[in-house]
Each structure stands twice: as C-alpha cells, then as structure tokens.
C-alpha cells in the first residue's frame, strides 16, 4: 500500500475564525486602545528593549517600560550558550533518564529490574523465583541470557482459580522475554516485561498492611466474575438464536455478546497482564478459515466437536493481520481519598444469580428496556469494604483519624482504555458525568483528525484554521476487487477526507468506576467511537515516517494497461450525538477516456473536487456520483439517512411490496460497511451492486 500523502486545508468563505474553548477575558482599561499583536518580532523587539520603542508613552493608563526578563521571557543573551553547570545539569538527566530503561533481555538486567521496583529474586538451581509481593510468584529459567520458560502462580488465582490468570499470564510473560517478529535476540528488550512486572507491583503495595491490607487482586477478581456471569448468561441467550448447525457457532455468539452487549471479559490479552472487558472488535463477522483446521491427529475423526474446537483459543489472537483488532477496557485500581470518591469494594455478588429481574411498568428506569424489548440487569449494591483496625500501640493519638475503626480503604477502581479512545470533548465530558467524578481541566486544542489521524502533526486546532477551513485528508490505497465475471485485480484509490466543522476532541486513556453497571452502561457509546476511529485510520492514518519531498525520486515508467485511479470522497461530521459520514463514489458506467486521463492532483486542485461532484452538471444525468450517508449510532449501529443508490418505491399501497424491497436493499448497504469495515472494499461494491442492478433491469 501506498503511503498516504500530506493532509491541506481547502478553503471555505464565511466561517468563523477559531477560538480556543478556554474562557477570555477583557480587562477595561478606562480608555479606549487599539489591537496589539504581542506576537509580532517588532513588538518583542520593542518590550526587549525596555518599551524604548514605544517612547515611553503609557498606554490605555498602563507604563509600557518592561523587558523580556520581566514577562518570564528569557533575553537574546540569556539564551546563548548554557554554561559548564548547565551542560553538567543535562548530561546527568540524559544519564538518569537512561538509567531507568530496562536494558535488553540478560539475567543481570532482570535483576536490576527486579531490585529498582524492590522485589528480592532468589537464586534455584535452575531458575530464578520472582516473588512479586504476596499475591505473585514467578519462575524465570535462563539458558544462559536467554530465557528457556517462566511460569506465573497467583494473582487473581488465588481469589477464583476458573478465572486462569496464571496460565494465559505465563504465555504473555514468556512472549515479553522473547524478540519480536524480525527482531534478532541480542536486541530483544525488556520494555514489554517491565510494564507488566509494574503493574503487578503496583497492585501488590495499594493493598499493602501499611494501605489498610485491603487485597486489590480480590476487589478486581469479584467484579470480573460478576461480569463473567452477565457475560455466559447473554451468550446463551445469543445461541439460542443461531442455528445448531451454524459454523463457527461459539465464536459469533461471544462476538455478539462483546460487541453489541455486555462485553467479553478476559484475562491478559495481547502483551498485557490483567483481567480485561472487551467492548469492540474490528469485522467480528470475519473468522479465518486457518484457524481451526484439524490437527494430525484429528485427521481420522469421522466427526469433530465444532463447538469444543472453537472454545479450544480465540482465532483473534492468532491475527497477525490486525483483522479482528480488539478495544478492552483493563480493570483496575488506583490511590484516590475515600472522601472524595467511592473506594474499592470486595465481593462477588454485584449481580444476583436471577441476572435478570422482572420488568416493572412503574419502574421509570425500566422504560427504556420496554421500549428496546432488552432485558433489565439485576446489579446488586455490595456492602462496604473497611479497613482491619490497626494493632494498639503506646504511641496512638487520640486525633489521628487513621487509626479510627470504620475507615474505608483510600482506593477506587479504574479502566484503562486499550488502545485510548479519541470521544468529542462534550461525549468526554458526559462520561466522566456518568461515574461522578470532574473531567481534567485541560484547555488544550485538540480535535479528531489531530489525535486519531495525523497524531504526528501539529494538531490543526493550534494552527487556528480549525472553523475557518475545511480540512482535507488525502491518501492512496490499494484494493483488491472482483469483478461481476469473478475476476480479481488491485484498483489504486484516492481518497479525500473532508472535515467541515472541527469538533474538539479529547483522548480517552482512563476512567474510574464505582460499579461494573458503569462500565456496561457507557459501551454503546464507546462503540460508536471506536468503530468510527477504526474504520477511517485504515484509510487515513499514516503508517511509518513521512517521504522527505526534497529528495529526488526516480521516473516512473507510465503503464498503459492500468486503469486510472478511483477518486472516492468522505464527509465526516464528528459532533455528537451521532458521527455522520457520506460517501460520494464514481457510477460505475461513468469513465473518462484513455487520452484524457487526469494528472495526480494538486492541493488546488483536490480542494475543488467535493464541490464539483457537488454541482449541478455532476448530479443529472444517469452517470451522477453514487451517494451515501451513514449516521454511526450507539453500538455502533449504522444508519443510511440519504442515499442515491437504490431507487425508491411509489407511496401507494400497490407498491408495498417495493418499498420493502427498496427498504431491504438500503439497510444492505448499511450492512456491508459494518462487516467489511473498510471503504475502499465497501465503495466497490457499492459500484459493483449498482453494475449488477443495471444489468438485470
């Protein structure tokens, strides 16, 4: 695939200019002054100069005669070269900066490792035991500096032992030791096996004696086996719909419940130690055939279990592809003053072992469930978890409220977002108003395309051309299409991101939660989200470091054979409560002649296309751009609101029957977007669909 070109800004006329979301203010003078541009080099040089410039005339009643130094700004001469003092200053930081890297994967690097985070290896005669507090054990056995296995005992295994931590943790540690893909063994590092090794610790010393001894392994393994219980419930529910011959019938029942209810838990996905709700998963419709061939010995069975044979591993994690990449949340625990948020709580019972209750027609909260025809959740409120008082001693203050009996621990919950979700600041806000807790004051300027698709680029809300422009992305990417005769080729298409209104965006990296319900509640929405960041970073998210334009390339020699490339253009509203995206696709009987083939098209030029296809000449006629808008809504439901590809039914009662049809075929088209998740793929066949349509009429 081609590397995805430099992303402009298309101009647009009657726009407001951009203005930052943090409150201004105007001091009143008392007099009336004009404008000063204090980011001007004539005005610095000016304030430099000690308002000199300025002739020492006051302004507005204020005495301009002020240096740099005084605004905190350093001078030209303060800015020089840094003396020996300083220079030692840096040099040290650089060395304590790289002083804690993990270093590469060795016996003496582990052990250092192990001694900054305060954890006492002890030597075996042929492996090295980890004690990793009171809840962990690892077994580590080099050859040499190389590591031959590792075993991981504890964690939540000692809460509820089905919960298999230690298993699929050995797996993940065992792959952090090892070299990735590519990768020789001499540089394999210790980075992946350091942040997990961490996250261990931390867990360890927040339900430490000196903490209050509250076990944050025991809070955590409580919530997740309350929700691996909603979780088995709804997957029965989900088979008992799909048909008992149906392949690969378990697998699409879990994706069914992860992405459109409750969540999958699991524990240690991908490289990462700890239990997880899975809430999304990228064309979950889509199962690798590879992944469940028999093996040798299976090759004579007449029949095999299919249902025994899925349930045996999760195809995704076999996906080197990225196919079915998966968002979780990861559940854990964090220092927060009980006083100001609800702390930790140790049970198993957060949901009745009903599951579900009873639908009350006066219940005012149930009302959405009637209407929606879905089940209410039975969620428990468990009683508080207190501290153990500690052990009198001599030295006990009669006002030290630490020592008090009925104290609750200083720790909540938290979810940590893998991969961190880009959400509208307004749908940030409303989270963190969900769980009860104030959204971090940050008045930074950040928007969707600066953080989910040129993250490496200044953000386009801090060039102020955020509202003022339209902005546009530009790509080239290559597809493989079949044709209505069944033949396969590559087709090159171009395609243009078109983002008229700047939503500012946050990044989603954590949230804490008082209750699992929390957590259920806000999934439909995190969907709509993570769908839609999906699906446009495979089509615009730049992949690798961009081309130097400076340096020469070599001519390419023209192909007369190659078609040329299909232009495909994307509207894209981010602004709550439903990102909205049109798709405007060239009818497949429309084609240019071989002598008048396009250029590769400029900045100028790109930044007139939409328009053009726009136009009225363009939208008459039989061979007018095929065009579709997709509302993304909760769940990640996908809505077709306009569409110019199928043609509607009269509104008579002789026609019923057409519109259903017509009806069928537009949520068709919604339907193939959702499992292909690509839209290159779903533009053609859109075409494709169009073609066969207009053959059969």
Known sequence: MATPTPSSNTAQKHLPAFSSPAPRSTPHT?????????????????LSEGGGGLGGVPMGGVNMDISLSQLGIPSASAMGRADDAERTRRLHNIIDTLKQKPGRVSVENVLALCSRLGIEPHKEPHSWLVPIGESNLLEIF???DEVEKVDLQGGFDNHNESIGFGASGTKIIYRNLQPLPGQSKINATLERFADNLEKLVTLDKLGSPQNGGVSCYEAIAGVYTSLRKLFEHEKK?????????????????????????????????GDRLGLNLEYWMDRRHIIPKSRTKATASEKGKEKMDVDFQEQSEYPEDNDDLDTNTVYSLTLECEHSPST??????????WISDAIEKPVDANDANALDNIILNTPSIDWQEPKPTFLEPPAPSADDDAMNLDVDPGRLPNIRFVARFNPPLVVPITTYMQLYQSVGVEPPQDFTATTFVGLALRPNELDPAMTGTAGATTHEIRSTRTTLVRSLDGTEKDTTHNLSLYVPKMEYSRRLESLPFAHPKQLVEILPILRQYAFTTSLLQCSFLESGPKKDASLPTPPVTPDTNTDAPLQLDINLSY?????????????????LPSESKPEPATPASVSDLLSGLLSAETNAGPHAPLSVTLDVHTNAELVVSEQNVVEGAAHDEQD???????ADRIKRIARALEVSGDLGVWGEWVRREVARNQQEN
């Open 30 to 46: 008392g007099a009336t002054t004009g404008m000063m541009n204090y980011d001007s080099p004539a005005m610095l040089n000016m």
């Open 142 to 144: 080099f050859q040499g």
């Open 237 to 269: 529910l989900a088979l008992a719909v799909l048909e008992g011959d149906m392949p690969y019938r378990s697998h699409k029942a879990e994706r069914e419940v992860l992405c459109k209810r409750s969540g999958r838990p699991r524990p240690n996905t």
């Open 340 to 349: 100001l948020y609800t702390p930790i709580r140790i049970s198993d019972d």
């Open 575 to 591: 602004t709550p409560p439903a990102p909205r995206l049109t798709m405007h696709i060239p009818h497949p009987s429309s084609s």
């Open 656 to 662: 019923l029957d057409r519109q259903q049809q017509a």
